[in-house]
């Protein structure tokens, strides 16, 4: 263990406490923040789907009908069915 002493915002101070004390515990949750952290303040990444699909440069009215429908199916019944899987 190392002590360290970091200048953060005010509204930022309960949160670093927080993530020192996730760390501290040094299992499954601080080995995901790690990764995450590490991930978030490394090179940037490419925009996945979801954020790609979220960029304003794409939105438009010619958009809003193929959105709608993606909407519509994220909530249909059939497809929202838990399904088993056979991996033989």
Request: glycine content about 4%.
């Amino acid at each position: 263990m190392k002590r360290v002493e970091v200048t953060v915002r005010d509204r930022d101070a309960a949160l670093v406490r927080q993530l020192a004390e996730a760390l501290r515990g040094n299992g499954q949750n601080a080995e995901r923040l790690r990764l995450r952290l590490h991930d978030a303040i490394t090179e940037p990444r490419q925009p996945n789907l979801a954020e790609a699909l979220h960029d304003t440069s794409i939105a438009g009215p010619e958009f809003d009908e193929v959105f709608e429908e993606i909407e519509r199916f994220r909530h249909h019944p059939t497809l929202i069915k838990v399904r088993d899987v056979d991996f033989e």
